[in-house]
């Protein structure tokens, strides 16, 4: 699946806050960068502040499974390490390119890493051979930094937000509620230990693939949802009485999305927001395990890489929806990134603001990376 293109899109794939209406959209305003190495992809965005969120200057995503075996032995695998590696060396390289100032970069490292017993030593060769400073981030960072990054595709009418980040080596889950002043505040959070990468390798897949196949996978996240503790975060009721919105964010289920369109290729600005019910995700999945992974390889929104996984993803986000039954799933082709820059650009705007009052950091001191 091709890379983002913006952060805040309109339908039509374009960030919003266009040039003629952007308070801050010129060539010489500053260019921040988000690094994102997760246990599958390695994903970066570099972005210009813009009114209404930032617009991307460039982006660059490859799959990496950087996590792959990790499951298994509990050590990053050497081969995964350089496949990681090069693919950190071409983010530094473009980050370079673009004159980036180390303040303006937020680069972050997620399950693998946290995990693996050779992380740390992973993350000192890459600070080492390619200058990148990657701080591994927790689980309720990383839930927190994907609801930030999605604030533009919540419902103004829905009572009770749940956001689900589906990555590679775990899932995390947010579950915001409006107050008494109709402001959304998380109420609970939680991280599952199974991703796409984690699931799959669980679940080896049959040849031919099956129903039950799938619905162990279902299965085994059920169980991971119900031993995160999170019985009702004080919203069941909002999502008996449709009250509630589900959003998904992931390549798994970016990919689920492109096949219930049925595109010829990638789009991001069809998928990025598209509403689907619960009726349409699982009739993507059963068309899925019906193509095999030869099909699914061949598929433009799927292709080789993700072809093993995308359907760990759909098991995922049915379980989510089965234990959290919500008749439409809005699809999010943004994330944790995006929460990078916005919470990265905001801090900036409010050390200005300080400056400018007398108080606060001094003139050219650099805010501590976020």
């Known amino acids: 699946m091709p890379d983002t293109d913006g952060a805040s899109p309109r339908r039509d794939g374009r960030s919003r806050g266009g040039a003629p209406r952007s308070r801050s959209s010129g060539r010489d305003d500053p260019l921040y960068g988000a690094l994102d190495l997760g246990t599958n992809n390695c994903r970066l965005l570099i972005a210009r502040p813009a009114r209404d969120g930032f617009r991307v200057v460039d982006s ?11 499951s298994h032995s509990g050590r990053l695998d050497a081969a995964a390490m350089d496949r990681a590696y090069d693919a950190l060396g071409q983010c530094a390289e473009r980050l370079a390119r673009r004159g980036l100032s180390a303040r303006r970069i937020s680069a972050v490292a997620t399950q693998a890493c946290r995990i693996a017993e050779n992380g740390a030593d992973f993350i000192e060769r890459v600070r080492r051979g390619t200058g990148l400073e990657l701080r591994v981030i927790d689980p309720q960072e990383e839930a927190r930094l994907s609801v930030q990054g999605c604030l533009n595709l919540f419902d103004p009418a829905a009572q ?8 590679g080596g775990s899932t995390e889950m947010s579950w915001l509620k409006r107050d008494a002043r109709g402001e959304l505040r998380t109420q609970a959070w939680m991280s599952a230990p199974l991703g796409v990468v984690t699931l799959a390798e669980r679940h080896p897949e049959p040849e031919p693939s099956s129903p039950d196949w799938y619905e162990a996978m279902v299965a085994d996240m059920q169980a991971a949802i119900r031993a995160g503790g999170v019985e009702d975060a004080g919203m069941r009721d909002l999502f008996a009485r449709g009250a509630a919105q589900l959003v998904g964010t992931s390549g798994a289920i970016t990919s689920l999305a492109g096949i219930h369109l049925r595109l ?11 509403w689907m019910t619960s009726e349409e995700c699982r009739r993507a999945a059963d068309r899925l395990m019906a193509l095999g992974p030869a099909g699914r390889a061949a598929e433009p929104c799927i292709g080789p890489d993700r072809a093993d996984l995308v359907l760990a993803g759909a098991a995922i986000l049915e379980a989510v929806q089965r234990a959290w039954p919500c008749e439409r799933v809005r699809v999010a082709d943004r994330g944790l990134r995006e ?21 606060g950091q001094a003139a050219g001191a650099a805010p501590p990376v976020t």
């Open 60 to 70: 660059f995503s490859r799959i990496v499974r950087l996590g792959e075996g990790l």
């Open 160 to 167: 009770a937000v749940l956001v689900i980040d589906v990555g």
């Open 264 to 274: 010829p290729r990638y789009q991001r600005d069809r998928v990025d927001g598209l």
């Open 339 to 359: 929460g990078l820059l916005l919470t990265r650009m905001r801090q900036d705007r409010r050390n200005r603001r300080r400056r400018r009052r007398g108080g």
